[in-house]
């Protein structure tokens, strides 16, 4: 099902990611109460704006990327969390 929500570009592109699920448990099985979870810093992008004049998108909708830990603004659309940010807030695809 495609994404509905569509950024808009302003002076820099934007994006829309879905992030990744945050640790549930360790890697020696100890469950992680919610109080302790880290925010996660990876993702699907799910949806980009237009290109800016001369910059293109280097991202493309259905790339995993890695992102700083305080980049975006957080969205709840229809159940789902989703964050928007500047593609320059995007470090790595993977």
């Known amino acids: 099902m495609a994404l509905k929500l569509r950024p808009i570009a302003g002076s820099q592109n934007r994006v829309i990611i879905e992030p990744a699920p945050a640790e549930t448990k360790t890697a020696s099985g100890l469950i992680i109460p919610d109080t302790a979870k880290e925010k996660p810093q990876q993702g699907n992008v799910v949806a980009i704006g237009n290109d800016v004049k001369d910059e293109k ?27 928007i940010m500047k593609e320059s807030d995007i470090l790595v695809i993977i």
């Open 57 to 83: 998108t280097t991202v493309k909708v259905g790339d995993t990327v890695l992102y700083g830990k305080y980049a975006g603004t957080e969205l709840k659309w229809e159940g789902k969390d989703y964050l």
